[in-house]
């Protein structure tokens, strides 16, 4: 089963499009940044996090070396994964669990369809699951292919059951409900949580009641529970889920069945490694010391856990879903593999200073912010600009564009995860793309590339380059009062905002010539 | 100390008073500046925009020009012991990207095997202003005054791809008659990104909005960096909306008031 694992297999396009957006991050960012309660509501817990995530790191005087182990920890797991997956189903298997292997989302979602239809009979199929937040289940788009065969999965993460009850996606890996406010989120549970209370405010702990009781009926009744994992340990088959609400715990110990779908790159060897991973989590992503709850599991119960009948406590049927979907094409390429270290913390998201003015919806993926421009790219794959290239581009090529370099993901993340460097190579792979499919006969060079080919032969030759240099003085004709207020595109999209100072009288080499010219 | 200046293709074409109060600000700390005069670009905004391809040429130019200037007079070079540039950001190009795109552009068969190796080597004796001024010739106050108030902002790459650090704070603070005043969120992108902020000028312009509102509560005359580029952004959007504020690089503080009466 494990064969294709390691080797570079083609990135996967997913038709349910939770990778691909509908439009080019330039167009998706303009419509989210003219939304006043996004930005409100998106400064101001970005910015809340960050204070947390400072203080909470600040005390540690050993943050760097925790986020040294970490890198070291994950570099290692990537050079090892094939290896290590065999590890991990063998101890699975041996305390009773079952693991599946699947290749794309399709392949997973069947899996996890079939799993959930066996858990019933003829005469009382399963007809819902409660799940625990994952992202894994929201790449594969699950939710919508278990509701095609019929079967409503409930999310049980607070956030994320306010997205799904209005039938929105997330835009935050943390906090997917980040874009909503109070009272948004009392007129969602109006409109669309089954038995509320008419006299329901919009408090917060009024808020959390209405869906806590909405939550227990629904724990109570569930057969079948499907998570992620933050973590699986190779060495003992042991899973490992954490949160802030103990809603997942519920999910994890109620149901008679737990399916957990997880990317193949959640693996981490030894369970020594969980005490660097388990200080770097909470502190980058909640800002906590330590998370309310963690929760670890190592295959189905056998002895008896204190039940009435003296059954054994917890599932009795556990399943563990591995997830390739591009991850074995994403470790293929040296400088893009980083991308498998994530462990999903979103630190990168709340420093970004593009996120928290765009929002994750204009990403088009479910993994926003730095972190998604450089995963999305890599899972869902470029395309290039090529002639049947949608206007402006395929989405997914315009997401390593959709950052300033600025570097402060870099610094956030806690396993030292080079982002900047990333999204600088995957420009490159879209820019050698795109020219390759330009070698077509017939099909010109872009305008960008045209114009990038003759700057690189003007600036490799300094004639050339002070030649073009009294080119650009011949802008001053025009300035007026010093300085440029209009241009023609594409430099018109820098002067619809901001001037351009009139080029001086004298270049710095023209005045080197005439002051010092005699000296080199 | 014999200094080569690498102008920068920015400062050279459009900002040349950073590069002249460069050379006035050495020359008066007693150093020796000698200006390469075949050097041209660091070709940032090629590798930034994704064409490698086109910027490797640019890369191999920038290096045959300081790897000469560094080389022993008596083996025909310049002889000079450091290279500095008053960018962060072409300084931490020339230091954290020219070796890579060597390594890429040989693993395609395009570079020669050996460029890495030479670029790392021009890389590790390439400073920026602050840097040399701090680190090298061991100077926090060099002499200036300037007596305006003033806001600093730390530029994206000095400070994560070089971490100057306090360095060019240092130096601001050593200036007679400054008054320095903190910039709230400092530390954020001014939105700038090279072709970022062409290619997204929307998000661009709203990451420019909040870091003039930033500088506006300041009540400062001058926001200072040690890029003309970030100050280009910055300014640009001062312009427009008939701030007032203006921007000068830090070259020029330091140079002192009344630089250019040694023009
Ligand atoms: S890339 Fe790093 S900072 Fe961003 S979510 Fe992943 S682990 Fe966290």
């Not at chain 1, 089954?194 to 702990?205: A, M, Q, Y």
């Not at chain 2, 530390?187 to 929307?202: I, L, P, R």
């Amino acid at each position: 089963m494990t064969t294709f694992l390691g080797m570079p297999g083609l990135p996967v396009a997913t038709e349910r499009g939770t990778l691909r957006g509908p439009d080019t991050f330039p167009v998706a960012a303009r419509k989210a940044l003219g939304d006043t309660q996004l930005r409100k509501n998106l400064g101001h817990a970005t910015s809340t996090i960050r204070a947390k995530r400072a203080r909470v790191v600040g005390e540690l005087d050993d943050w760097e070396e925790l986020r040294a182990a970490g890198a070291a920890i994950k570099a290692d797991v990537m050079a090892r994964l094939p290896e290590l997956l065999v590890q991990l189903e063998e101890n699975v298997t041996a305390r009773g669990g079952h693991v599946h292997w699947a290749r794309d989302a399709d392949e997973a979602n069947r899996i996890v369809l079939d799993l959930v239809r066996a858990a019933g009979t003829p005469d009382d199929p399963v007809t819902s699951v409660v799940k625990v937040k994952s992202m894994a289940t929201q790449e594969i788009g699950l939710n919508e292919a278990l509701a095609e065969a019929g079967i409503a999965a409930v999310e049980t993460d607070l956030a994320e059951l306010i997205v799904q009850l209005s039938d929105d996606t997330p835009s935050h890996i943390l906090v997917p409900a980040i874009h909503r406010n109070r009272a948004e989120i009392r007129q969602i549970f109006l409109d669309h949580m089954p038995d509320v209370d008419p006299g329901l405010t919009d408090e917060p702990r009024v808020l959390a009641m209405a869906a806590r009781a909405y939550l227990r009926r629904t724990f109570l009744a569930a057969r079948v529970a499907v998570s992620g994992a933050n973590f699986a340990i190779a060495e003992t088959g042991t899973l490992a889920v954490v949160e802030s609400e103990g809603n997942g715990r519920m999910c994890l110990t109620l149901p008679q069945t737990l399916v957990t779908v997880m990317g193949i790159e959640k693996l981490l060897p030894t369970w020594r490694d969980l005490e660097v991973f388990l200080q770097l989590l909470p502190r980058s992503s909640t800002g906590e010391r330590m998370n309310p709850y963690t929760s670890m599991w190592t295959g189905a119960p056998r002895t008896s856990g204190g039940t009435a009948d003296g059954a054994p406590d917890g599932p009795q049927d556990l399943h563990l879903v591995l997830l390739d979907n591009g991850r074995t094409a994403t470790l293929a390429d040296e400088a893009g593999r980083q991308a498998l270290h994530c462990i999903r913390c979103s630190a990168c998201l709340n420093v970004c200073p593009v996120y928290e003015r765009t929002g994750g919806h204009a990403y088009g993926s479910v993994y926003p912010g730095p972190i998604g421009a450089v995963l999305t790219p890599q899972l869902a794959g470029m395309h290039g600009h090529g002639a049947d290239a949608p206007a402006g581009g395929d989405p997914v090529d315009t997401l390593p564009y959709a950052s300033s370099l600025c570097g402060a993901c870099f610094d956030a993340c806690p396993v030292r995860i080079d982002i900047p460097s990333m999204l600088v190579h995957l420009r490159a792979k879209h820019v050698e793309t795109a020219q390759a499919q330009r070698r077509v006969p017939g099909l010109p060079a872009s305008a960008e590339n045209a114009a990038m080919s003759a700057a690189a032969w003007v600036m490799q030759d300094a004639g050339r380059f002070s030649f073009a240099e009294k080119g650009l003085q011949l802008g001053r004709l025009l300035a007026r009062d010093g300085r440029i207020r209009s241009l023609p595109p594409p430099l018109s999209a820098w002067t619809t905002s901001r001037d351009v100072p009139a080029p001086p009288a004298e270049t710095f080499r023209q005045w080197w010539a005439r002051t010092r010219g005699d000296r080199s | 100390m014999r200094i080569a200046l690498f102008a920068t293709c920015l400062a050279d074409a459009m900002f040349p008073r950073a590069a002249q109060a460069t050379v006035v600000l050495l020359e008066r700390l007693g150093h020796e500046v000698v200006f390469p005069a075949g050097q041209t670009c660091c070709g940032q905004m090629h590798v930034n925009t994704g064409y490698q391809r086109e910027a490797l040429p640019v890369v191999e130019h920038h290096v045959d020009v300081f790897e000469a200037a560094l080389r022993p007079r008596a083996q025909g070079g310049d002889g000079v012991e450091a290279v500095v540039a008053p960018s962060g950001s072409c300084v931490g190009s020339v230091r954290h990207q020219h070796a890579v795109v060597a390594r890429r552009m040989a693993d395609q068969g395009r570079a020669d095997a050996g460029l890495a190796a030479r670029a790392e080597a021009v890389a590790a004796r390439t400073y920026e202003l602050s840097e040399l001024l701090v680190d090298v010739l061991r100077v926090t106050d060099v002499g200036a005054r300037y007596p305006h108030r003033v806001t600093y902002h730390p530029t994206c790459h000095s400070l994560r791809m070089l971490r100057v650090d306090d360095k060019p704070l240092r130096l601001l603070r050593a200036v007679h008659g400054l008054d320095l005043v903190e910039l709230p969120d400092a530390e954020q992108c001014c939105g700038f990104g090279g072709t970022f902020s062409v290619k997204n000028a929307d998000t661009s312009t709203a990451m420019l909005a909040d870091k003039i509102r930033a500088v506006q509560t300041t009540r400062s005359e001058v926001v200072t960096a040690g890029d003309s580029s970030c100050l280009m952004h910055i300014g640009g959007g001062l312009s427009r909306l008939r701030v007032g504020t203006k921007t000068v690089h830090l070259a020029e503080i330091l140079a002192g008031e009344g630089w250019e009466a040694a023009l």
